[in-house]
Nanobody
Framework: QVQLVESGGSSVQAGGSLRLSCAAS????????MGWFRQVPGKEREGVAYINYEGFTNYADSVKGRFTISQDNAKITVYLQMHSLRPEDTAMYYC???????????????????WGQGTQVTVSS
């Protein structure tokens, strides 16, 4: 059974940094991709960053240059390092995963069959 567990969410001031972690378990030894999404109440879930098994990454324009997605060598844990945080980054952040490869559709949430429970990030001005 695939499980994704996020951690690292917190409250910070604008300009601060946070690192989110997503621990994955239950995956078959095969190619997989993982992504970070975020959601504000009343709005659609937004794709933030993506990484595939080979380490290829992609980012939403709103976070390019500020956020970095990475994974450990065992490809069990995925991280989202966030710098220069802004109040508009405030959201519930979700880790998601699936098998295979995603190209330009990386930010489409329906491409991800597995989801974590989320971790809250709050950025105050």
């Amino acid at each position: 059974q695939v499980q994704l567990v996020e951690s690292g969410g917190s409250s910070v001031q604008a300009g601060g940094s946070l690192r989110l972690s997503c621990a994955a378990s239950g995956f078959r030894p095969s190619t997989k991709f993982m992504g970070w999404f975020r959601q504000v109440p009343g709005k659609e879930r937004e794709g933030v960053a993506y990484i595939n098994y080979e380490g290829f990454t992609n980012y939403a324009d709103s976070v390019k240059g500020r956020f970095t997605i990475s994974q450990d060598n065992a490809k069990i844990t995925v991280y989202l390092q966030m710098h220069s945080l802004r109040p508009e980054d405030t959201a519930m952040y979700y880790c998601a995963a699936g098998y295979g490869y995603l190209g330009s559709s990386w930010s489409m949430e329906f491409k991800y069959p597995y989801w974590g429970q989320g971790t809250q990030v709050t950025v105050s001005s």
